[in-house]
């Protein structure tokens, strides 16, 4: 009850818009389920609005699956605010000719999302980090610029990036919230904040309160999903017209651990920052053919590449091996066939992979 009281009176308290508000801008994606625009306000609604300035906005135009994704949306903003892009609002369009449409709108975070930076040759390099962020990563830009090119200064860079989602993903996991759909061209770099957020909730899941719907297995992208992609699948009630409120299902939660699922999605982003060479959509294919054929054992696919590895390959199994082979040892630890033997994303981040900034700092001061 508390859940929606308050949801209610914020959603009081809080602008809205509609259609009119809104001038379109570029377009910045389209899927089978959607097209995403830039856009601005048309005028201002009021002077306590913000977003006024041109290009400040995002907005998606859905199909019906949209009811779900503004329904993730409003739990996140409450929720885990900073794990995800801002969300404005979202409403129903009933007026175009291709029937219902629903509207989404969000703050317009930057032009890059993980995936932009990964397909230039300069990454890790690209990515701008702030100096007035927060403390750890302060001192990591800090050590960066005094480190010359090479394994450990990416291995920082990454080592950041990697915290910054996996403390997005600890945010929705704790709010009960599966993304289902974590890849490079879903973690947009937020020019505000200077960091990394998820976006496009369109795919996820919200197991406390029975909105597991998943419109179609095949709009998981088979390049980044676990393996036990189908599992929750079939424990999906027919669409929902609009979300609605099933059973409780923190069973259905520890059964099956669903949050592994993005787990593994996020295990082999981390893999494609390490491995320059595993960036590409086809190489990435490849990979995942071969870890499917070494029984999705990590270890022995490594066994099978390592001896006649390319010069990529053996950068990437150098950065991974630093400090012991953390890195490494936290990669297996993602991706694994079982999703319960995979690690938490709390736990990932308690792994001694990113204590690394506590121990330079001890370092430093003695
Ligand atoms: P789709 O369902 O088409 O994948 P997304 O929500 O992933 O929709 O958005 C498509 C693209 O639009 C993203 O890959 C990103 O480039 C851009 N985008 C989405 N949301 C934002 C945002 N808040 N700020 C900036 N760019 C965004
Ligand atoms: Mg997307």
Redesign the pocket.
Known sequence: FDMFFLAFVERLFRPTFKKDDFVLGKK????A????YRASLTKKPSSKVPYQKEGDL?L?KATEYGAVEIWMNERVRRACANSC??FVHGFLENSSKKGAEYWLI??????A?L?DLMQSKEFPYNVGFSIVDVVETMIVKEVQEDLPRGPERENRIIQTIMRQLLFALDGLHSTGIVHRDIKP??I?FSEGSRTFKI??L?AAADLRVGINYIPKEFLLDPRYAAPEQYIMSTQTPSAPSAPVATALSPVLWQMNLPDRFDIYSTGLIFLQMAFSGLRSDSALIQFNRQLKRCDYDLNAWRKSVEPRASSDLRKGFELLDLDGGIGWELLTSMVRYKAGQRISAKGALANPYFDREGLLVLSLMQ
């Open positions: 910045l994606g389209e899927g389920f959607g097209v995403v995002v998606k892009a801002d969000w703050r317009y975070e930057g032009e999302t995936y061209q879903n947009i976006i496009d369109g």
